[in-house]
């Protein structure tokens, strides 16, 4: 009678063990996934005017942080920041095509580069140096008057848990 008891005992460790490695493999699977479907409802946007700045557009950022924008006149690179953090920055290419000059750059990079999700000109992606440092990076390019912006995430990424907002803010530029 022990036998069986212990033979029962072992079936159903063994289906337990499988179970949660299947969950967590769903987890990993399903956070992925919400990254990749960032919806502007699930973080609270507000418009933002750059036309102050030297670029007639506007952008969506979130409602409940301080913005501001360090940009020297004359200068081809802007940094919107919330708080003290650097955000988007914005760089303006002229006629010249700044999405490609990125993807070009990610493939010098000294890191493992994951797209996440890419559009024409959208690219979500991760960036893994050694074994631990992950970020996530956005970049869009808009032609806004005949000029090329490229809208990226801050230089040293984000956590994956922050992206959902970044996306949201760089998918959301609109020319005035």
């Given at each position: 009678m022990s036998m069986k008891i212990l033979y029962f005992i072992v079936l159903i460790l063994g289906v337990s063990l499988i179970s949660c490695n299947s969950n967590e493999k769903k987890t990993n699977a399903n956070q992925e996934e919400n990254l990749e479907s960032t919806e502007e409802s699930s973080v609270s946007?507000?418009?933002?005017?750059?036309?102050?700045?030297?670029?007639?557009?506007?952008?969506?950022v979130?409602?409940?942080d301080i913005v501001s924008v360090h940009h020297q006149l004359d200068s081809f690179d802007w940094d919107l920041l919330l708080g003290k953090?650097?955000?988007v920055m914005i760089q303006d290419w002229?006629?010249?095509?700044g999405f490609e000059a990125h993807l070009k750059a990610l493939e010098e990079e000294n890191a493992d580069?994951?797209?996440?999700?890419?559009?024409e000109a959208f690219l979500l992606y991760k960036?893994?140096?050694?074994?631990?440092?992950?970020?996530?990076h956005?970049?869009?390019?808009?032609?806004?008057?005949?000029?090329?912006?490229?809208f990226l995430s801050s230089k040293i990424g984000f956590p994956h848990d922050?992206?959902?907002r970044v996306v949201a803010s760089i998918k959301s530029v609109k020319a005035h």
């Open positions: 946007l507000t418009d933002f005017d750059l036309r102050p700045y030297e670029i007639n557009a506007k952008i969506k979130p409602t409940a953090q650097s955000y002229g006629t010249e095509n580069i994951e797209y996440i999700e890419q559009e960036s893994t140096v050694g074994a631990s440092k992950i970020s996530y956005a970049v869009a390019q808009y032609e806004i008057e005949g000029i090329n912006y490229l922050k992206m959902d």
